[in-house]
């Protein structure tokens, strides 16, 4: 009787305090999800993940789908994305974790249409220009702004906040790279680095690669 009532009483506090984006939740320590395997990149699938238009425009459309797709397969099993948390609500916030392997080198891009995200290094290093962000470093994107950053040699673990949306039929992945060269660097950086990228299993274990990085 007694759990009965507990159950409903939790029930009515529950009703009682619900936001615009959901009411209270809990969510497990979930394990990093492992990058896929690697295998020949789809020209087609790849082009259409990215809005490419400026570039298209530049070059045009049948170089860049060729190039976006060389990089795309380049950059296989160098990053991780795993979903901690996640509403569907209008304004309702995620939490993500995601990985990039040692001296990952991220092209320059934007989400107009996720919203504003807020990040925070768990673990290894992220490389903003001269700025080296450590754990407990993060920074703030406002929606649609371009950004760009290069793991460090141990990798990097981050969380990745977003709260409400961004534009309405807006892409959700932009390609800001300004040139063909630049995405060639990319893949040409990659290749070189894609041996020794190997995914942690739980979030913050590249910490212990930072350790051995730092004391070796």
């Not at 699938?45 to 070059?59: D, G, P, R, T, V």
């Not at 989400?111 to 290093?125: F, K, S």
């Amino acid at each position: 009787m007694a759990e009965a009532i507990d159950r409903e009483e939790r029930a009515r506090g529950n009703r009682k305090y619900v936001s615009e984006r959901g009411g209270f939740e809990i969510f497990d320590n979930t394990r990093i999800t492992p990058p896929g395997p690697k295998r020949p990149v789809d020209v087609d699938q790849s082009a259409a993940y990215f809005e490419h238009s400026a570039l298209a425009e530049k070059y045009g459309e049948e170089p860049v789908r060729q190039k976006i797709a060389e990089m795309a397969e380049s950059i296989q099993g160098g990053a991780s994305t795993t979903v901690l948390f996640s509403q569907n609500a209008p304004n309702g916030m995620s939490l993500v974790h995601v990985w990039f392997g040692p001296n990952f080198p991220l092209f320059n891009h934007s989400h107009p249409l996720y919203g504003d995200c807020l990040y925070y290094v768990v673990a290894g290093e992220a490389i903003l220009g001269k700025k080296r962000l450590g754990p407990g470093a993060g920074f703030f994107v406002p929606n649609g702004q371009p950004y760009k950053y290069t793991a460090g040699p141990a990798g990097v673990e981050l969380l990745e906040f977003r709260a409400g949306g961004g534009e309405p039929g807006t892409p959700g992945m932009k390609l800001d790279e300004h040139s063909l060269d630049s995405i060639q660097r990319i893949i040409d950086r990659a290749r070189e680095l894609s041996d020794t990228w190997e995914a942690p299993e739980h979030i913050g274990d590249t910490a212990f690669r930072q350790a051995e990085l730092d004391f070796s």
